[in-house]
């Protein structure tokens, strides 16, 4: 009763009721009552390797630049180079502060020649509003909105995931290429955006439909009925999670975050220098004029038993603290237990041989290639064949 | 899912059964179901001793790793070996799915520990139902 801060609310998507009467394990992410574990996690993320998954991400933010000076604040507000898409391309991006950190990673998607949909994380979406507001409103041309409440976003993941959503859908889908986009009919509602992105490391879909409950209900339950007969299991954040690290797809908060820039986190290639100009660029740019970075993001294998989590501390084999992990857990699908850390450059070789501190104890790490894990491109051959057959 | 009569339970979520002397010491129903998938569990050894309300070990699910806490104290007589390979094990029947067991030093531990009726009532007061 001393706390004197009031209970913050938290907030719900659409399809809370939904998650609740499924008795799904719900935790607060990011101030968002979130399903972390609809059917156990493990079965959750094999489904998504091997068949399909659902998730419902409607937590994500959505923030519309329209009007014809919406491409120039797009190339000053976020790094990739924008100029680059067609209309119904997306691409990966962040938005970076002045000194190169990242105020959040995107993904832009240009719906059509002055109007960009810029798709951002749920924890940080009214940083991300007013940032986006601040750095860009004064631009001529240009009008933000902030749609972030206006869709229900699920996202429809796996090897199957394709052969799920086309028994939704009038639109072909295997004429949208990864990370393209259209509009078709799901579900018998219209203008629906399907985009073939996600988070997962697998093939799959986000559609973005209407945010009222009732429409949100019906399609995230014709979505699973769909899929039944191909295995679909509604996913948690927890499934999410893990099946992000596997691909090694940097989390905000943990990879990524305000004390951490591009070129550490390794998402370099993202940042496209050539470009005249955008916030960030010139400190990127003295960076590696310095010599480039002087830590970076390894993946690393636990090779003794025992689990490195967030957080953890990294040492090397003489004692020395590198680092700590900035998120680690058993891969449920490699049945190895995997980290992502940050080491100085000089021990982060391939094979060198780490110590992560669990609990008090030392245990033998490696540092490994990434990703984790990447899908072999015949998944996506052989679906398209399924598909066209 | 019924808590054995038998057994008694502490706040921490552990479950012990006590024959004469030895204590059988596992995790409980409710507390497998909300770490979900467990995929490690780290415990003493065989001769080693644990003290009541402190923490012998941890278990852990892919999300996250939770102490386990000694509902006595006593010198452990038996670990279960198989939860080395198969630690999913606890998730299918926890009740059945004992950790180690302690041959207790001190008896009357045992009448402070929660009964099953008081331990149901504990945990549905922790969900709120």
Not at chain 1, 143 to 152: A, I
Not at chain 1, 320 to 335: Q, V
Request: aromatic share 8%.
């Amino acid at each position: 009763m001393s706390d004197t801060t009031a209970p913050t609310e938290l907030r719900k998507t659409a399809l809370n009721a939904v998650h609740r009467a499924a008795k799904s394990k719900m935790v607060d992410f990011g101030g968002w009552d979130m399903p972390v574990d609809c059917c156990g996690l493990i079965a959750e993320h094999m489904a998504v390797r091997t068949a399909v998954g659902v998730f419902d991400v409607s937590h994500m933010g959505d923030i519309q630049l329209r009007g014809p000076g919406s491409l120039a604040a797009v190339q000053h507000l976020c790094m990739n180079d924008a100029s680059k898409l067609a209309v119904g391309q997306a691409h990966y991006s962040a938005m970076l502060y002045p000194n190169g950190t990242f105020v959040d990673d995107v993904i832009v998607h240009k719906l059509s020649e002055n109007d960009y949909l810029i798709v951002i994380n749920a924890g940080t979406r009214e940083k991300d509003v007013q940032w986006v507001r601040k750095t860009i409103g004064h631009m001529p041309g240009v009008h933000v909105n902030d749609f972030s409440d206006y869709y229900t976003q699920l996202a429809i993941q796996g090897p199957r995931a394709a052969e799920t959503l086309q028994k939704l859908t009038s639109t072909d889908l295997s004429t949208i290429k990864n990370y393209w986009f259209t509009w078709g009919q799901v579900c018998g509602l219209h203008n629906v955006m399907i985009a073939r992105t996600g988070y997962t490391g697998e093939d799959g879909f986000e559609i973005y439909i209407p945010s009222d409950e009732p429409t949100s209900a019906r399609v995230w339950g014709e979505v699973l009925a769909t899929g039944a007969e191909f295995g679909i299991l509604a996913c948690g954040l927890g499934a999410r999670n893990t099946l992000r690290l596997e691909a090694a797809m940097a989390l905000y908060g943990h990879e990524i975050s305000d004390t951490i820039n591009v070129l550490e986190a390794g998402l370099g290639r993202y940042a496209k220098l050539d470009k005249p100009e955008f916030v960030g660029r010139d400190a990127l740019l003295e960076i590696q004029a310095a010599g480039g970075p002087k830590r970076k993001l390894v993946g690393l294998e636990m090779i003794e038993r025992g689990i490195g989590r967030d957080g953890y501390p990294v040492f090397s084999l003489d004692g020395k603290r590198l680092g700590e992990i900035t998120s680690g857990s058993p891969s449920p699908f490699l049945k190895k237990n995997i980290a992502l850390a940050y080491v100085p450059v000089e021990n982060g070789a391939l094979d060198t041989e780490l110590a992560v501190e669990i609990r008090g104890q030392m245990v033998k790490a490696k540092v490994v290639p990434l990703p984790f894990y990447k899908r072999a491109k015949k998944t996506t051959l052989s679906q398209h064949l399924q598909l066209n057959y | 899912m019924a808590y054995p009569a038998n057994y008694r339970y502490t706040k921490e979520h552990e479950w012990i059964q006590v024959d004469g002397k030895i204590g059988t010491v596992g995790i409980t129903d409710y507390a497998q179901n909300s770490l979900g998938d467990i995929v490690f569990v780290d415990l003493p050894k065989v001769g080693d001793t644990v003290e009541a309300g402190k923490s012998f070990g941890s278990v852990e699910s892919v999300k996250a790793v939770s102490d386990l806490f000694a509902p006595v104290s006593g010198a452990v007589t038996a670990v279960n070996e198989d939860l080395k390979d198969a630690p999913e094990k606890i998730n299918s029947d926890a009740n059945a799915t004992w950790l180690l067991k302690v041959e207790l030093s001190d008896a009357k531990q045992v009448d402070g520990l929660l009964t099953a009726a008081d331990y149901e009532k504990f945990t549905s007061e922790e969900t709120g139902h």
